[in-house]
Nanobody
């Protein structure tokens, strides 16, 4: 069973930055997609960003475009979400997701990902 090892998160003031990282315990897919989703209590889980390993195609939710950057380190099989200019609306539990090759239009859909992390809390508060 593939496990996703998440790190990062925590408490930050508005306008601050945080970095989340995620690495699968084993590489199941030769060409994979890694994504980040987030969820607040009482709301559905929403897409944040995704990246495809081969070619490096990325896709972002409009709410984070220009503030968040997703990248991969192929050697370490790690996906990193660099979050900047954070605001209180970014407060949520962030989940890493790992799946096979996805085209851009498939990336925002949770059904495209096969494995999920446990989630890490991000709190933006003064």
């Amino acid at each position: 069973q593939v496990q996703l090892l998440e790190s990062g998160g925590g408490l930050v003031q508005p306008g601050g930055s945080l970095r989340l990282s995620c690495a699968p315990s084993e590489r199941t897919f030769s060409t994979y997609t890694m994504g980040w989703f987030r969820q607040v209590p009482g709301k559905e889980r929403e897409f944040v960003a995704a990246i495809r390993w081969r070619g490096g195609a990325t896709y972002y939710a409009d709410s984070v475009k220009g503030r968040f950057t997703i990248s991969t380190d192929g050697a370490k099989k790690t996906a990193t979400l660099q979050m900047s200019s954070l605001n209180t609306e970014d407060t949520a539990v962030y989940y890493c997701a790992y799946g096979p090759y996805l085209i851009i239009s498939q990336m925002p859909s949770q059904s495209g990902y096969r494995y999920w992390g446990q989630g890490t809390q991000v709190t933006v508060s003064s």
